[in-house]
């Protein structure tokens, strides 16, 4: 027996809710540039990451809000149903989840993009300096 298979897997109805569950709180990369490639993005794309990473390079279209700015009043052009993707640095950093967390705490709908910029550059997506700002 090996340390994967130590703890028994979850029976097929408790694994259809659980990753179910996961897509209700994140998207991928990939799901993400295919949304907004084909002008399909029913979503605020949030880049946490510090004014000089953003600046740097990030996601074509990513608004740069800082966890420690997301207030009420930072949001209020934006419909109370409106999604908000999060995305930092990679699977290293927890600002995603952060922001997520603050987000939600404002009764935000939310969702991290998982992989943040190191796997959007993963996938071979590329990044761009043009600066969008908050609607």
């Not at 090996?2 to 029976?11: D, K, N, Q, R």
């Not at 000089?52 to 420690?68: Q, T, W």
């Not at 009420?72 to 950093?93: E, M, N, Q, R």
């Amino acid at each position: 027996m090996s340390v994967v298979t130590e703890v028994a897997a979850a029976g097929s109805a408790e694994a259809i809710a659980h990753f179910s569950d996961s897509l209700r709180f994140e998207t991928d990369c990939w799901d993400t540039h295919h949304a907004m490639s084909e002008g399909k993005a029913d979503f605020v794309l949030l880049d946490v990451r510090s004014p000089e990473s953003y600046a740097k390079g990030h996601v074509p279209g990513a608004i740069n809000l800082l966890r420690g700015k997301i207030i009420a009043s930072k949001l209020t052009s934006y419909p109370a149903d409106t999604l908000f993707v999060t995305y930092c640095a990679g699977p290293h950093c927890n600002g995603a989840t952060r922001a997520a967390i603050k987000l939600a705490q404002l009764g935000r709908p939310v969702k991290i993009m998982i992989g943040g910029i190191t796997g959007w550059l993963d996938e071979g997506f590329s990044l761009t300096t043009e600066v969008t700002e908050l609607a």
